[in-house]
């Protein structure tokens, strides 16, 4: 099946930027859409960004746009998620997903496949 594995979490200050980068492989022609998802301490998961493979459309949830970008490689093996001005409450870990490109693009159960997660901690 395929896998998922995110990289480029860290910690850094308000303000500050990191890019998220995850690599996919095994089947990797079945996916159709990337999304990213975070889960800050004791909440629930949210959307973050999805991008189609075909197309490259983008979408973002309402408190991330204008900050963060999604974008895909040429061979669309591996996605990036640039998170720029981050704040404290962008603190969550972050993951990586992929699946079919139908259903609400920000919607976890629309997602298959799922990386292990990496750690963002905005500090102010």
């Known amino acids: 099946q395929v896998q998922l594995v995110e990289s480029g979490g860290g910690s850094v200050q308000a303000g500050g930027s990191l890019r998220l980068s995850c690599a996919a492989s095994?089947?990797?022609?079945?996916?159709?859409?990337y999304g990213w998802f975070r889960q800050p301490p004791g909440k629930e998961r949210e959307g973050v960004a999805a991008?189609?493979?075909?197309?490259?459309?983008?979408y973002y949830a309402d408190s991330v746009k204008g900050r963060f970008t999604v974008s895909q490689a040429n061979a669309k093996n591996t996605v990036y998620l640039q998170m720029n001005s981050l704040k404290p409450e962008d603190t969550a870990m972050y993951y990586c997903?992929?699946?079919?490109?139908?259903?609400?693009?920000?919607?976890?159960?629309?997602?298959?496949?799922w990386g292990q997660g990496t750690q963002v901690t905005v500090s102010s």
């Open positions: 997903a992929a699946g079919p490109e139908y259903g609400y693009s920000l919607r976890s159960q629309n997602y298959n496949y």
């Open positions: 095994r089947y990797t022609y079945s996916i159709k859409r």
């Open positions: 991008i189609f493979t075909s197309g490259g459309s983008t």
